[in-house]
C-alpha cells in the first residue's frame, strides 16, 4: 500500500452488491455487525451470514478506498465510492493556462488549449514561449519566438519552427506545418479538430467546395501529397458524410436511418416523413408503386486526393528503412511508441514530431448512481476550490485515526511482559509476538451522537495471523457542536489525549477491557491489542489461543465460511495459502518461506456499525412543530493498515 | 526570530514556528515565516537569493500565485525593506533535508532571482528540493520530489514522491502529479484537505513536533 503506517481504507458497501441476494429486503443498509463480539454473533438471520472481510482478496482492491475519497447521499444513507456515481461535465478548462473553454468550442474544435500551451512531443513536459533575442540585451523583445521544454531542452528549433509573435502559437504553428512544404508530413496539421464535431468544417483546408464527383474519374494525380493528416481526415468524413446521404436518400435504404440524423442531415427530415408513406417492407419485397424510384447510388470510396485518398508510393517503406539505417538518425532519432500514440500516424521519427496543445481537463459534479441526488458540485470557474455541494463521506462517518500506544510494561498486556524499552513501537518494524496497544480514535462529525459498535475477526486474515482484541467494541461519540465551538477548542482535545499518551502518562494509564481510553466532546478513543504474528513459522502464533468464548466462536466460524460457501474472496487470494481459517492447522506444510509481496503489512479489518437519531428531514418537509426522529444505521467495513512486521 | 525556548532541538519564535537549530537558513531577514510553521533538522532556506534591489524596478513576476498571503513582515531590521525570498505560510512543515531556493529566471538577458512563496498547510517532504514561483495552501510535496523553477502549485495540488516538475509547469488545485517529468496522474477526492484528514494534518503535525 502506497501510503505511510498508519492509515485507514474504507470498504464501500457496494462491493457487496454483485454477489447479494436481490431478494433481500434490505438493499441499502448493508449488514448487520455479525462480526461484533460474541455471544449476538449467531442471533443474526441466517441469509445475513456473512464473511469477515479480506483486505488481502483480490476483490479488496475494487472496494477499499481513502475516506477522503468517499461521498454519502443523504437519501440512500449511503456511503458512495467512485463506482457508485456518475459525473457530468461542469467545465472544461486547460491545467496549464488554467482558462476555460466553452464546451461548445471543446465540441468544435476538440479538446485541447487553443492558446498558447503545449506539451513537449518528446517528454511531455508543458513547453514554454521564450524570444530568441534575449540573450543580446534588454533591447528588443520582437525576436523570433519558439517554443522550448525546460525539462529536455527540446525546442521548435529542432523541428525548424520559429514564430514571429508570441501569442495565438497555435494559429501560427497550424499554418505552419500546413504550408511548409519540405516536410513530407504534416502539412495540414491543422487544428486537430474533434473527429466527432458535427461542426467541423470539412473543406477548411481544402481549395473550394467539393463537387460530387462524376464516375469513373481517375485519381487527379495533380499533386500527390496536398493534404495533411488532419485535412485529409476532415476531407474524408465530408466525403463519407456526402456519400451516405446521397445514397440513402431512398427511403429504402435502412442504413440511412441506422447511421443517424447526424449523418446526411439534409435528408433526414426526408426520409423520416417518407417513412410513413412508403414501408420498408414493402419496399424490400419489390412492393408496388416505389418502383418508379431511381436506384440510389451506391457507396463508394475516395478517389481523388481531394476526396482524402492517399496513395502510398511505392518506395514509401524503403525510403523510411534507409532513413533509419543512416548514420544520422539511429536509435535517438527514432520516435518511440509513447511518442508516436499522440502523433499523426505517419510520425516515424523525432524530426516529424510536433508540439501537442495541451490536453483539457474538467471539473465535473457527481451524482449518486442510484438515486440521481447530487453529491458534488463544484463552482464553475476552473479556478476555484469552492463547492457548492459537496456531501463526502466524512462529514457522516466517523474521522478514524490511530496512534500506537508507548509500550509499558504495566499496560494490560496479558501474555507476555518482557517488553523491549522501546517508548513507541516502530510502526515500519513491528516484532512479531510483541504485543503492542494502538489508540483508535473516532471523531463524530455529524451533529447527533452516534453509538458505534466494532467488530474485528480475531485473527487477521491471510498467512500471517495476526490476534486483534478491540478492548471496548461499544461506545459512544459525542455529536459535533457548532464550528465556532469547535474552532475554539481546537486544540484542547488532541493536547489532552497526546499529553495522556505520552511518555508520563502512558505509564500511569492502564488500558482496560470494556472501557474506552479516552473521551472527548465528539471523539472517542478505545484501545486495540495487537500481536502481531510470525510471518515464516505461523503454527506457533496460531496455536496458542486465547481461552475466549468470543475467538473460539471466531475460529469456528472462519472455518465455516470456508468450508461452506468456498470462500469467494480467499479462494482467489493466492493458490500456495488456503483459505485463512481452513488452513489453520496446516500452515507449516503449506506455506512456502518468501510469501506474497506485502504479505508482512499488518492490515486489521474493523466492522463499524453506527446507530444514531436523526431529524427526519428529507421526508416531512411540511411537518412543522416537533421534529420527528428517524433511526440510523450505517455499517461499513475498514481497514487499518498498521504496520509491517519485521522478520 | 528572537528565540523564545533556547532549551530543545527546536527554537519556538513569538508567532509559533518551531525551527530546528540544525537547519540551515540563510538570509534571515529575507524569509517572512507566517507563524506556526515547522523547519526541520538539515533543511535549506536560501533566503540569500533575493531580487538585487534596483535591478528591477518594476513589481515582482508575473505570476498570479493567490496562495494564502503570509502575515506582514515583522519591523525591517534594515533602514530598508529587504526584499522577500521567501515567505511560508502557516502551519506549513519543511521536513529534513529539503531545500527552498527561490526561482530564477533569465529576463532580458539578466539573471534574476523571484519571490518563493508558499501558503498555509503546505507539507514539503524530506530531501524535495522546492524552486516554485508559487505553492498554494494544503499542497503537499512528497519526499525526494523536485519542484522546478518557476512552477506554479494551485491549493491542494498533490506532487507524488520522487515526482520532477519541470519548470515553468502549472499544477492545477486537486490535481496529482507524479513521475519524471510529472504529469497529472489524478486527483485527490473531494474530502482531501479537511481537517483530520488527509491533506488536512498540518495542525496535528505542527503539535506533535519538538514533543
Ligand atoms: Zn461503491
Ligand atoms: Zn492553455
Ligand atoms: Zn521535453
Ligand atoms: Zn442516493
Partial sequence: MSRPFPYTYISCPCVERPVSDPSRKKETSPRKGSSQPAPEINDNDDEEEEKDFDPRSPRANFSLYPPEQLLYCEDCHQIKCPRCITEEIVCWYCPSCLFETPSSMVRSEGNRCARNCFSCPICTAPLAVSTLENVSGSGSQQGPWVLSCGYCMWTTLDIGIKFDKPTNIRNQLSKMTESSRGRQMSRAYGDLKSPLSPLATAYSTVDGPEVPPDDGKPPADEDPAV??????????????????????????????????????????????????????????????????????????????????????????????????????????????????????????????????????????????KSCKHILVKPEFKPQSTRFRIRLIALSYIPLTTIRPLAVSPSSGVTSSTTLLAAPTPDLNALQPLQPIQILLTLKNHMFDPVRVTLGTPSVTPGAVATKVTILCPQFDIGANSDVWDEALQASNPADQRSSRSGLTGGY??????????????????????????????????????????????????????????????????????????????????????????DEDVLEIPVFVRMEWDSENQMEQPVAKGKPEMVKRELAYWMVLGVGRIEY | MPPKAAKGEYIETDTGNKISRRSNIHGTQHIILGGKTVIQTDAVIRGDLYRLPGAHPSSSSSTTGDSGEPTPAPAPAAPNTPSVAVSIGRYSYVSKQAVLRPPSRLHRGVHSFYPLKIGDHVFIGERAVVEAASVGNHVHIGCDAVVGSMAILKDFAYVLDGAVIPPGMVVPSWCVVGGAPARIVGEVGEGYGVEGAEGGLARERYRLVGR
Fill in chain 1, 227 to 368: 493534404l495533411g493528416p488532419d485535412a485529409r481526415f476532415a476531407a474524408l468524413k465530408a466525403f463519407y458524410r456526402n456519400q451516405l446521404s446521397e445514397t440513402s436518400a431512398s427511403p429504402n435504404d435502412p442504413l440511412g436511418t441506422d447511421f443517424g440524423a447526424g449523418f446526411s442531415s439534409p435528408g433526414a427530415l426526408n426520409r423520416i416523413m417518407s417513412l410513413y408513406t412508403s414501408s420498408t417492407l414493402s419496399g424490400l419485397y419489390g412492393g408496388n408503386s416505389k418502383k418508379s424510384k431511381p436506384k440510389p447510388l451506391m457507396m463508394r470510396e475516395a478517389q481523388t486526393a481531394s476526396e482524402g485518398l492517399k496513395l502510398a508510393a511505392s518506395d514509401a517503406e524503403d525510403t523510411i528503412i534507409q532513413r533509419m539505417a543512416s548514420d544520422d538518425c539511429g536509435w535517438e532519432g527514432l520516435a518511440s511508441s509513447e511518442q508516436r500514440v499522440f502523433q499523426f500516424p505517419e510520425a516515424r521519427f523525432v524530426e516529424d514530431l510536433l508540439p501537442l496543445p495541451t490536453l483539457l481537463r474538467t471539473k465535473r459534479s457527481k451524482r449518486c
Fill in chain 1, 508 to 597: 500511569e494509564k492502564v488500558a482496560e477491557a470494556g472501557k474506552v481510553w479516552d473521551k472527548g466532546r465528539n471523539w472517542t478513543t478505545v484501545v486495540l491489542e495487537v500481536v502481531p504474528g510470525l510471518l515464516e513459522r505461523k503454527t506457533g502464533t496460531l496455536n496458542t489461543k486465547e481461552k475466549k468464548d468470543e475467538e473460539d466462536a471466531k475460529d469456528a466460524r472462519h472455518a465455516r465460511d470456508a468450508t461452506s460457501d468456498g470462500g469467494w474472496s480467499d479462494s482467489d487470494e493466492n493458490e500456495t495459502t488456503p483459505p485463512p481459517g481452513h488452513g489453520l492447522g496446516l500452515e507449516t506444510q503449506s506455506s512456502p518461506a518468501p510469501a506474497q509481496p
